[in-house]
T-cell receptor, first 115, second 112 residues
Framework: GAGVSQSPSNKVTEKGKDVELRCDPISGHTALYWYRQSLGQGLEFLIYFQGNSAPDKSGLPSDRFSAERTGGSVSTLTIQRTQQEDSAVYLC?????????????FGSGTRLTVV | GQQLNQSPQSMFIQEGEDVSMNCTSS?????WLWYKQDPGEGPVLLIALYKAGELTSNGRLTAQFGITRKDSFLNISASIPSDVGIYFC????????????FGGGTRLMVKP
């Protein structure tokens, strides 16, 4: 597609429920990133996929968070047993090559509210 | 790990004024990037800097890659209401793969 597409754009869920957030990167982009942005805060790195390599999961805040990327394209971020502190905007970004010098292209994010 | 300190955290200025914000790092970066985030949107790349000392302009925006490679600034001249948003610096270290480290952001508010 023309840009990075994320869905849903907004998600309200009850505490304790599981949620899945989807990211469709730009076609052909081999690198895909998930970031979390809490209200009024900066960007917190969560996980990074590069081609067929094992993902860098070093930013995942707990074992309730997981992500997968199928076929080197679409990625799903799953949060199990959601907590109120998980409320944030979850941003996905992609990049066309292993060198980052051209910067990431971000999606518009999924705003998650846990009530 | 690497940390980026971005300042100021927020600015409230009059339309037409110039704006300056900066980032400093505890370690060296090979690339500095500046992004802008509009409300409800993801960050969009404004300027990328690749060489120490490099000064790059994009319209009313000017950014510089510090000589020490540990800092960068972004200037906006003659601000207009659509400049409102959150500005993020980001640094990339070739020795850390292609990960970007982001600053905490500068929230800019412009009074017409």
């Amino acid at each position: 597609g023309a840009g990075v597409s994320q869905s849903p754009s907004n998600k309200v869920t009850e505490k304790g429920k599981d949620v899945e957030l989807r990211c469709d990167p730009i076609s052909g982009h081999t690198a895909l990133y998930w970031y979390r942005q809490s209200l009024g805060q900066g960007l917190e790195f969560l996980i990074y996929f590069q081609g067929n390599s094992a993902p860098d999961k070093s930013g995942l805040p707990s074992d309730r968070f997981s992500a997968e990327r199928t076929g080197g394209s679409v990625s799903t971020l799953t949060i199990q047993r959601t907590q109120q502190e998980d409320s944030a905007v979850y941003l996905c970004a992609s990049n066309p090559q292993s060198l980052i010098n051209y910067g990431y292209t971000f999606g518009s994010g999924t705003r998650l509210t846990v009530v | 790990g690497q940390q980026l300190n971005q300042s100021p955290q927020s600015m409230f200025i009059q339309e037409g004024e110039d704006v300056s914000m900066n980032c400093t790092s505890s370690s060296i970066f090979n690339t500095w990037l500046w992004y802008k985030q509009d409300p409800g949107e993801g960050p969009v790349l404004l300027i990328a800097l690749y060489k120490a000392g490099e000064l790059t302009s994009n319209g009313r925006l000017t950014a510089q890659f510090g000589i020490t490679r540990k800092d960068s600034f972004l200037n906006i001249s003659a601000s207009i209401p659509s400049d409102v948003g959150i500005y993020f610096c980001a640094g990339q270290d070739n020795n850390a793969g292609n990960m970007l480290t982001f600053g905490g952001g500068t929230r800019l508010m412009v009074k017409p």
